[in-house]
């Protein structure tokens, strides 16, 4: 047995053990705060996001939930908006007490939000990935998904290895988009490739025929994309509309099955990076299961906050319902903790490693893996 197995079988294992008594009827439920954008642009990902949380709590709970005691999500409607993100946050903290918010989706919601969560002794669980939010918030808040740092390097390796040179880089005006223009761009002077113009997106726009024509102006071989799905699918529709010609590198957002909902054979030949450790024993147990309760395939953000809700249960059991007790048992549990969307070692920002496949988009609408 390898040491990664044993580890994931100690990660299995552990979840189970932690929740064998039956609930003790009239308990009082451990309370979750869930901020997230369950309405407007953004409800893909909330919706997702919920999915994977509902299916977990289910589990733990059939399971006798932490000793006997179940657990309930508070779910809040934050809009992905940085202002009522903070009004969410009171209002979880406030009036439901909770010790710990989960489904913080945005670097800008996380970096809004982290030092009053701090000050309020609330942890946040989020998978905002801006390298700055390492900087910025204090170690109440552990960034999930990874460091765009990361995702930045693995544009260049993808734009490096289909020899393409002259680049444009697409992305959302906002923290996740500029961290990953950022990051793109210093990688690219490494590979040698040349990039040409930075096009940004304006959030919740519905025209980006102006920026469709900026990239196709500067007869680019490849596009470094970075976009939310809503968008995304708009800009990538108007560029096969308007005629422009590139090889597409997605960022994690774009090796997704269902955002062919939202943009069809627009995406057509675009590489992605897609998130997450899908060929594990850890993420085929917990695909079966939301496809047995959904009677559908995951989102890749299904399984970030299944497994949240998995980390949160084991940091209560280990260190209480307090945001500094799940604060220090969470760097712990970290340490050694394997789910559906990979390993959660931190690093010492509280930043887990990506976990990257690329995939393709074919014509039916599939991903399919290409090689690295």
Same mark, same amino acid.
Not at 63 to 69: L, P, R, S
Not at 98 to 122: D, F, H, R, W, Y
Not at 230 to 258: I, M, P, Y
């Given at each position: 047995?390898?040491?990664?197995?044993?580890?994931?079988?100690?990660?299995?294992?552990?979840?189970?053990?932690?929740?064998?008594?039956?609930?003790?009827?009239?308990?009082?439920?451990?309370?979750?705060?869930?901020?997230?954008?369950?309405?407007?642009?953004?409800?893909?990902?909330?919706?997702?996001?919920?999915?994977?949380?509902?299916?977990?709590?289910?589990?733990?709970?059939?399971?006798?939930?932490?000793?006997?005691?179940? =657990?309930?999500? #508070?779910?809040?409607?934050?809009?992905? $908006? *940085?202002?009522?993100?903070?009004?969410?946050?009171? !209002?979880? %903290? &406030? =009036?439901?007490? #909770?010790?710990?918010?989960?489904?913080? $989706? *945005?670097?800008?919601?996380?970096?809004?939000?982290? !030092?009053? %969560? &701090?000050?309020?002794? #609330?942890?946040?669980?989020?998978?905002?990935?801006?390298?700055?939010?390492?900087?910025?918030?204090?170690?109440?808040?552990?960034?999930?998904?990874?460091?765009?740092?990361?995702?930045?390097?693995?544009?260049?390796?993808?734009?490096?290895?289909?020899?393409?040179?002259?680049?444009?880089?697409?992305?959302?005006?906002?923290?996740?988009?500029?961290?990953?223009?950022?990051?793109?761009?210093?990688?690219?002077?490494?590979?040698?490739?040349?990039?040409?113009?930075?096009?940004?997106?304006?959030?919740?726009?519905?025209?980006?025929?102006?920026?469709?024509?900026?990239?196709?102006?500067?007869?680019?071989?490849?596009?470094?994309?970075?976009?939310?799905?809503?968008?995304?699918?708009?800009?990538?529709?108007?560029?096969?509309?308007?005629?422009?010609?590139?090889?597409?590198?997605?960022?994690?957002?774009?090796?997704?099955?269902?955002?062919?909902?939202?943009?069809?054979?627009?995406?057509?030949?675009?590489?992605?990076?897609?998130?997450?450790?899908?060929?594990?024993?850890?993420?085929?147990?917990?695909?079966?299961?939301?496809?047995?309760?959904?009677?559908?395939?995951?989102?890749?953000?299904?399984?970030?906050?299944?497994?949240?809700?998995?980390?949160?249960?084991?940091?209560?059991?280990?260190?209480?319902?307090?945001?500094?007790?799940?604060?220090?048992?969470?760097?712990?549990?970290?340490?050694?903790?394997?789910?559906?969307?990979?390993?959660?070692?931190?690093?010492?920002?509280?930043?887990?490693?990506?976990?990257?496949?690329?995939?393709?988009?074919?014509?039916?609408?599939?991903?399919?893996?290409?090689?690295?």
């Amino acid at each position: 047995m390898t040491k990664r197995t044993c580890i994931l079988m100690i990660a299995l294992v552990g979840m189970a053990m932690a929740l064998t008594a039956s609930p003790s009827p009239g308990a009082t439920p451990y309370k979750i705060g869930f901020s997230g954008p369950l309405t407007g642009d953004g409800a893909y990902y909330g919706e997702a996001s919920k999915e994977g949380i509902e299916l977990a709590v289910e589990e733990i709970n059939k399971a006798g939930g932490i000793k006997g005691v179940p =657990i309930q999500v #508070v779910y809040e409607d934050d809009r992905n $908006n *940085t202002a009522d993100a903070q009004t969410v946050l009171l !209002k979880l %903290a &406030q =009036i439901d007490k #909770v010790p710990l918010i989960i489904g913080i $989706n *945005t670097s800008s919601v996380t970096m809004a939000t982290c !030092k009053k %969560a &701090q000050e309020l002794g #609330v942890a946040q669980y989020s998978i905002g990935s801006n390298p700055k939010i390492g900087q910025s918030c204090s170690d109440y808040t552990f960034l999930l998904q990874g460091n765009d740092l990361e995702q930045g390097l693995e544009f260049a390796k993808i734009a490096q290895s289909l020899k393409l040179t002259k680049a444009v880089v697409v992305y959302m005006n906002n923290d996740y988009g500029i961290g990953n223009k950022n990051a793109f761009i210093d990688s690219a002077k490494n590979a040698g490739i040349q990039v040409l113009a930075e096009v940004p997106l304006q959030p919740e726009g519905k025209d980006y025929r102006t920026e469709v024509l900026r990239v196709k102006s500067f007869n680019p071989s490849v596009v470094a994309f970075v976009a939310y799905g809503a968008e995304g699918s708009v800009f990538l529709r108007q560029a096969k509309e308007l005629g422009l010609q590139a090889a597409f590198v997605g960022d994690t957002n774009w090796g997704d099955d269902s955002m062919w909902k939202l943009a069809g054979d627009a995406l057509v030949g675009m590489i992605a990076l897609q998130a997450g450790a899908h060929t594990s024993p850890a993420y085929q147990k917990y695909a079966a299961a939301f496809r047995a309760k959904y009677k559908k395939d995951p989102s890749i953000w299904s399984e970030y906050f299944y497994d949240e809700i998995y980390l949160a249960a084991k940091a209560i059991e280990m260190g209480g319902n307090t945001g500094a007790g799940i604060k220090e048992a969470t760097k712990k549990i970290c340490a050694s903790f394997v789910g559906a969307s990979g390993p959660k070692q931190l690093d010492a920002r509280n930043y887990v490693r990506w976990s990257f496949d690329w995939v393709k988009w074919t014509a039916d609408g599939k991903l399919v893996p290409v090689s690295k």
